[in-house]
T-cell receptor
Framework: GNSVTQMEGPVTLSEEAFLTINCTYT??????LFWYVQYPGEGLQLLLK?????DKGSNKGFEATYRKETTSFHLEKGSVQVSDSAVYFC??????????FGTGTLLAVQP | DTAVSQTPKYLVTQMGNDKSIKCEQN?????MYWYKQDSKKFLKIMFS???????INETVPNRFSPKSPDKAHLNLHINSLELGDSAVYFC????????????FGSGTRLTVV
């Protein structure tokens, strides 16, 4: 079945550091891929998405590229801020539109 | 205007009680979901309804019963609550015909004591 694997956290960075959170997936067909962010005490918000191979999703300085050859959708940001501290979830949606999440990665950015 | 709203935000109750969580969306979406997030932040889908019809029913104890009176509402009723039911429950909605992802509510933190 479909599944998502993302790097375990916590990831601790200093402000302005470069961020990468790895995500790989297993799926039949051509899923859509998503990154969601959950700030403390809040629900999940869609951060970015890509619906086909080589698409790049981007939002708020975050980027991720749908790589079919490596079945990956790694999240990157060039310069993180303290306000980016949150839990980040990689997810995929297949033919049934059911959203399957990775285990989440806690990002802590220190000033 | 809140797109997906859940009530209550917090719920503390004793073992054995029956409780309900309500969810409403004003996005005009045709599909609604319930997810459970455990203490390690793992998210697992429980149920999905499309136009009031149950389409996803994962392995969930039958003490959990969803009810969808119309496509804008999906409520979750839990009978005979157990300690292990303590978690954050998220409602979400989407439009089945697009790939824009889900819109989530802010969650209901259920604590069973």
């Amino acid at each position: 079945g479909n599944s998502v694997t993302q790097m375990e956290g916590p990831v601790t960075l200093s402000e302005e550091a470069f961020l990468t959170i790895n995500c790989t997936y297993t799926a039949t067909g051509y899923p859509s891929l998503f990154w969601y962010v959950q700030y403390p005490g809040e629900g999940l918000q869609l951060l970015l998405k890509a619906t086909k191979a080589d698409d790049k999703g981007s939002n708020k300085g975050f980027e991720a590229t749908y790589r079919k050859e490596t079945t990956s959708f790694h999240l990157e940001k060039g310069s993180v801020q303290v306000s980016d501290s949150a839990v980040y979830f990689c997810a995929l949606s297949g033919a049934t539109n059911k959203l399957i999440f990775g285990t989440g990665t806690l990002l802590a950015v220190q000033p | 205007d809140t797109a997906v709203s859940q009530t209550p935000k917090y719920l503390v109750t004793q073992m054995g009680n029956d409780k309900s969580i309500k969810c409403e969306q004003n996005l005009g979406h045709d599909t609604m979901y319930w997810y459970k997030q455990d203490s390690k932040k793992f998210l697992k889908i429980m149920f999905s309804y499309n136009n009031k019809e149950l389409i996803i029913n994962e392995t969930v104890p039958n003490r959990f019963s969803p009810k969808s009176p119309d496509k804008a509402h999906l409520n979750l009723h839990i009978n005979s609550l157990e300690l292990g039911d303590s978690a954050v429950y998220f409602c979400a909605s989407s439009q089945a015909t697009d790939n824009y992802g889900y819109t989530f509510g802010s969650g209901t933190r259920l604590t069973v004591v």
